[in-house]
């Protein structure tokens, strides 16, 4: 018979184990890429903020609590977007036994949103070739490319002119 000595006892390992995974996942998204990644502690809410729009639940539990898990987590997209809002991403971030890089961990999320996200990263590399060729002035002369090569030239003599009035004004500050 299980006393509740031994749900506390429980209990509290549980929660160190949660504590224990959360750690190193929160300084992993903090060194990639998230530098205000931070645990939340809400009831029922994934357990990240500071890592834009998805909702991320952390865990060591055991597969089988996996779906209850990603129920948090497809919740908290959803109450986070709002009545009439598309629902954010959110994934399942599952600790993986005998990999202490956060990186190697499983995430679990829906197909169809995964597939979406690749999708999109997809679009964006062939629109960073696209800009890549006409910074390097590998485009076709005339035309559209002409007029996007000088907005960007023109954007990065901007950017230069402002970098060189702030190091004007700090060595004046000095």
């Not at 996996?66 to 600790?95: H, L, Y």
């Not at 910074?135 to 035309?143: E, L, Q, T, V, Y």
Request: proline share 5%.
């Amino acid at each position: 018979m299980t006393t509740t000595a031994d749900r506390s006892t429980a209990g509290r390992l549980g929660r160190r184990l949660g504590k224990d995974t959360e750690r190193p996942a929160l300084r992993w998204l903090r060194d990639h890429g998230a530098p205000h990644a931070e645990h939340v502690t809400r009831g029922h809410a994934s357990d990240v903020t500071g890592v834009g729009d998805v909702a991320i639940e952390i865990t060591a539990e055991e597969w089988g609590s996996i779906g209850k898990k990603a129920r948090q987590a497809e919740f908290d997209a959803a109450e986070r977007a709002g009545a009439g809002q598309p629902a954010w991403d959110w994934c399942v971030w599952k600790r993986r036994r005998g990999y202490p890089d956060p990186g190697e961990w499983w995430c679990v999320q829906p197909f169809g949103q995964w597939w979406r996200l690749r999708q999109r990263v997809t679009e964006l590399e062939q629109e960073v070739l696209v800009l890549r060729r006409i910074i390097r002035a590998d485009a076709p002369d005339g035309g559209p490319y002409d007029v996007l090569r000088q907005r960007l030239e023109a954007e990065l003599q901007v950017e230069t002119e402002i970098q060189e009035i702030v190091e004007a004004a700090e060595e004046a500050a000095e």
